[in-house]
């Protein structure tokens, strides 16, 4: 019998709700703890679920860990107070995965580097880059496996509704923290994102063009190859993750379009692009778990 | 109407919306020896950019032939009385290529952003504000919205440090009595000292008579363009507006016939193609699209065999915004696929 790793979410509003459902379901992790700042309505709805919760924020965390330790703790709060959350939780050696933009740890998009991070050693902080990041850096890297990329582009398209305020008062982090991680993580020499918000209603489900510059002339067959593995890999933890046509091929350009439903747990299904967010963390989370468990039993 | 005395602000888009139906492939030399007639005209506002703004060089929306930089700087250097604009879309420039701008010595930084979304800018407004720059708030398609929710937007704008806020008729859409509205209850809200401004786009050849409409509203910028040239049917022909404007009585600063030389004989000549209300246009206008969509639209005809104006139409019914460009080739797929 494998008993599951613990986890604490701070930040107790839509996404850290989310991903407190998705929780729900994991076989790998059991959310333990909620912490939040005030008695509201994502507090309440975790302790009618069973969880341990605090409203005196990361500190209500650090005095009751050591009668209820976690493995794992989610920030799903802001960039701004990220930096203090880490410094306390990881101090008591619980792993940090970072929901906001913060960037303090390495970037984390699962199916291309969560491999590798781990590989490298223990961390004790992993950043979940940005929406746009989670939804297109995977295509960027399907492209960089096969052959070289000297630029990378893309185009997330979301609803005005899955927005919120904290992407609005800072919108030049998404843009700066996404181009960078498309060269970090996903291989290209030069990045660049772009994020279009609409207010339809019906809200838009979110999409997202990527534009690949290849060095060479494109191998056509192998980056259709690789993008179907891609896509596969992906929606093992975003199930409504689809490419939209067949990537398109012109000159040294390949582009690509996805779409990104959510699984509609606590968020609505169009914001796939919070969606991508939780399970990619939650991922994060089990796939560490996983490995943690499977060294313990192999010694 | 009147205008006897009232002083309007004619403001020159052909070196930045005038960049879309270029392809944005003017070249520095082109844009100093217009900016120069214009500077020459008394035109006193003169916009250089990419035409999606600071940053705007891209797969998605095309590569320029120069960079903003190298634009700014030539055309900074070159006139002696006009003042340059920039234009900045949150979510596509960055606070970066604004202090790039003002370093070059751009005196006005516009920052657009869609109608409803006008709380991505607010970083970008104060720092714009901080810098000391005249600073625009931006409001595109403006037809979508009601004018008490457009001006919800355009105090927050204001809030942000805006010290203009403009309605922006991207899809030439608009009609008269449309500007009226929303201008009339910009200038009843917003700060007596704020100033409100019009963006016309000429689709169903309502530029100069929606900019007339805005002016008796209490707006005192008026975007234009010399021989039209911008995306669509191209902008209000400033040359026509300021003409109108002068035989009203309004005080503009502009010399027409210098204004129409400029037109003539330094904006025509690099015309790829006439900017005229061709039927691409007309769609544009009468279902609401964003103007900068009709060159992707065409090329996607070339390239699926659909019809350039029935994927404009569905990029309209799909209440698509300005940035949305990547959707028109993924459009004209689909349509050519159920046809087949």
Known sequence: ?299 | MNFEGRHITLHDMCLRDGMHPKQHQITVDEMVDIAGALDAAGVPLIEVTHGDGLGGASVNYGFPAASDETYLRAVVERVEHSAISALLLPGIGTVDHLRMAADCGVKTIRVATHCTEANVSRQHINLSRDLGLDTVGFLMMAHMISEDALVEQALLMESYGANCIYCTDSAGYMLPQDVTDRIALLKQRLKSDTEVGFHGHHNLAMGVANSLAAIAAGANRIDGSAAGLGAGAGNTPLEAMAAVLERMGAVTGVDIFKLADAAEDHVLPIMDEPVRLSRDALVLGYAGAYSSFLLFAKRAQEKYGVPSHEILLEMARRKTVGGQEDLIEEIAIEMAAQTR
């Open chain 1, 1 to 299: 019998m494998t008993t599951k790793a613990k986890a604490a979410i701070i930040g107790p509003g839509n996404i850290g709700t989310d991903l407190l459902m998705k929780c729900q379901r994991s076989d790998f992790i059991e959310a333990t703890w909620m912490v939040g700042i005030e008695d509201s309505a994502g507090i309440q709805r975790a302790r009618a679920l069973g969880l341990r919760t605090t409203t005196e924020g990361v500190d209500g965390l650090v005095a009751g860990f050591s009668a209820d330790p976690v493995d794992f703790v989610f920030d799903a709060t802001s960039a701004y107070v990220h930096a203090e959350n880490s410094r306390k939780v990881t101090a008591l050696g619980a792993m940090m995965i970072d929901l906001t933009p913060a960037a303090i740890g390495p970037f984390c998009i699962p199916p291309v580097n969560l491999q590798a991070l781990l590989d490298r050693g223990p961390t004790q902080n992993v950043n979940m880059v940005t929406c746009g990041g989670q939804a297109t850096i995977p295509m960027v890297a399907a492209v960089s496996r096969v052959q070289p990329v000297s630029y990378a582009e893309i185009v997330a398209t979301v609803a005005s509704k899955s927005v919120g305020m904290g992407t609005r008062d800072n919108i030049d982090e998404f843009t700066r923290t996404t181009s960078s991680a498309i060269e970090k993580i996903g291989g290209a020499d030069e990045g660049k994102a772009i994020i279009v918000i609409n207010p339809a209603e019906p809200p838009l489900v979110m999409r997202d063009t990527i534009h690949c510059l290849t060095k060479e002339a494109p191998n056509e067959t192998d980056i259709r190859t690789s993008i179907a593995a891609m896509v596969t890999d992906v929606q093992r933890y975003v199930p409504g993750y689809r490419l939209k046509n067949a990537p398109i091929i012109d000159g040294h350009r390949v582009t690509i379009s996805v779409e990104v439903e959510g699984l509609g747990d606590f968020l609505p299904k169009y914001a796939g692009n919070l969606d991508i967010m939780t399970a990619a963390g939650l991922r994060t989370a089990e796939m560490i778990a996983q490995r943690r468990q499977s060294s313990r039993s192999s010694l």
